[in-house]
């Protein structure tokens, strides 16, 4: 059974008189291991697509199942605890609590989940390890590389074992060099831990790291293949 | 941790959040020390009423409230005594006086006044004359038949000075005018210039005979060493004495300070909420600021799976510590502020024109009273969480996609 199902799936954006079909009709299955790229360009519905699934915003039609549950059936309170508890987040930018320390942000999430404190901190210093942040447990957001930013958003993504990350271009504020380090660090994450993975991109780089590479134009699915692996 | 998150959001910001803790503080202080210095002038000012020949309690007999002529008196103090003595706590002190309408003269002035004839030893438990009210010469002595006290501001007016004469006269028993010369051998001073104008005192001995009036007196008064028995001892006092007789409360006595302490409880919570009122918009518009500015972390604190209840929660948390902390400063200041007015008060006098109208005392001590800084303590607390509801509220409603939208 895959892990996200979503079926015809249409999302109009009105502003005044303008609409804006973000998504007409997209059909997307990802199977629990997967690390799926969704590609296109700016204003292809990358974003939408994301924030739909992750039940941050509500499609006008089609159904969407997440580990088995109708995401676009949930209640607001519903989709708070999904959120909380079945995915991870990693945005673009602004993924950290500024007044936190990397270890802080990373527990926080695990705190609400209700993880008694102790644990919390002793895993996340240990997944903190794992995305090569060993030495910089207490430092704060402005005390770490834009690069070392996003490992830590990573970490607390998949740091409560999650059943899918979401993570809307989480390299385009890297420089190349670093954009490719912290790919290759989520494709460890995803064959060690197995987690899950679709994140969206427009750089031609990234997606060469993808095992599945989604691509969308206009709101539409235009090509969908497996990608060998390097 | 959270709220180790609160405390550090708080400090974000140092200046504003420093802006919001003065504005607390003020407001704090102005509700706590001014609350208590106002409260010391009605105090004082009831103070002085009661020390100025009011007493706890008076006993009359019927019809002298509403016209104190002579005839009007108690006749036989000797016998009604023992039976109030015996209604009275053991703490409390009287005294029986002689108190009639008069004019005094000497050469060049008149002026109506006060007749008070009192036992000095007495008189010294229960009203002010008696404690170190005399500024120059000396307080009545045992013997000094031909002795009256005289206010500094009557002996100023009279331009006379220390015995020098003054002559005083009444109506008697008889209905006869009653005239006789006295010297003067203190001059008192008082609170309020009208209690300088307005009394003369002499030995209760002599004025009973200039009055042909035997050992009747026009009324005894009360003093108790608690303000707050008062009511359950003229009861008491009532219940044992004979018709032709009325017991008063310094309640009953004074009407008008009565009238205004029932109204001040009331004007001091008019006082509070209208502080609380420009202190809660400056609180209201700077955490509103502050929760704009960080509309992008309330949207990523949603997309991490924060419920709205758990926002607002962070928010008032905030709000609590910065409560917590305003009030506590707040306080700190208000007790250091009455405790260093505690020995000398603050003297009034410059303005004691003013003062004397309204019946307040020249120096007013601050009296802080626990359910004023209860209730201070509760509004601001109270108060400021209900309001923090508002910017929480706020913030609970950013939805991620807006707010992450807004960059
Ligand atoms: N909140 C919104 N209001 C109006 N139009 C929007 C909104 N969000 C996205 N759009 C529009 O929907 C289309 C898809 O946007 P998006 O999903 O952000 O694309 P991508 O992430 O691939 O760049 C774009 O044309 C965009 O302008
Ligand atoms: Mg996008």
Known sequence: MPIVACKNIRKTYRQGDIEVHALRGVDLSVDKGGFIALAGPSGSGKTTLLNIIGGLDACDEGSILLDGDRVDQMTASKLADMRLHKIGFIFQAFNLIPVLSAEENVAYVMLLQGVPARECRERARSILDDVGLADKYGRRPHELSGGQQQRVAVARAIVSNPSIVLADEPTANLDSETGRGLLEMMREMNENKDVTFIFSTHDRMVMEHARRLVRLRDGQIVDDANHPVQ | MHLQLAWRNLWRNTRRTAIILTAIVVGVWAMVFLGALMRGMADGMVRNAIDTLTGHIQIHREGYRSDPVIENRIDDPGRLIPIIENALPPDARWAARVRVNAVANNARHTAGITLVGIDPEAESAVSFIGRPAISQGRYLRPGDDNAVLAGRALVDDFETRLGHKLVLMSQDAQKEVASRAFRITGIFEAELE?????????????????????????????????????????????????????????????????????????????????????????????LLMAIFERMREFGLLKALGMKPWWIVRSVLTESLLLLVVGLSLGNFFSLLSVWALSKKGIDLSAFSAGTDLAGISRVVYPVLESRDLAAANLVVFALGLLISLYPAAKAARFTPVEAMAHT
């Open chain 2, 194 to 286: 009208a209690t300088e104008k307005g009394f003369l005192f002499v030995h209760k001995s002599t004025a009973q005979e200039m009055l042909r009036m035997g050992d009747a007196v026009s009324e005894i008064a009360v003093m108790l060493a608690d303000r707050t028995s008062v009511a359950s001892v003229a009861d008491d006092v009532r219940s044992v004495l004979p018709d032709a007789f009325v017991v008063h409360t310094w309640r009953d006595l004074l009407p008008a300070i009565t009238g205004y302490l029932d109204i001040f409880d009331g004007f001091m919570y008019l006082w509070r909420l209208i502080i609380f009122i420009a202190m809660g918009f400056g609180i209201v518009n700077t």
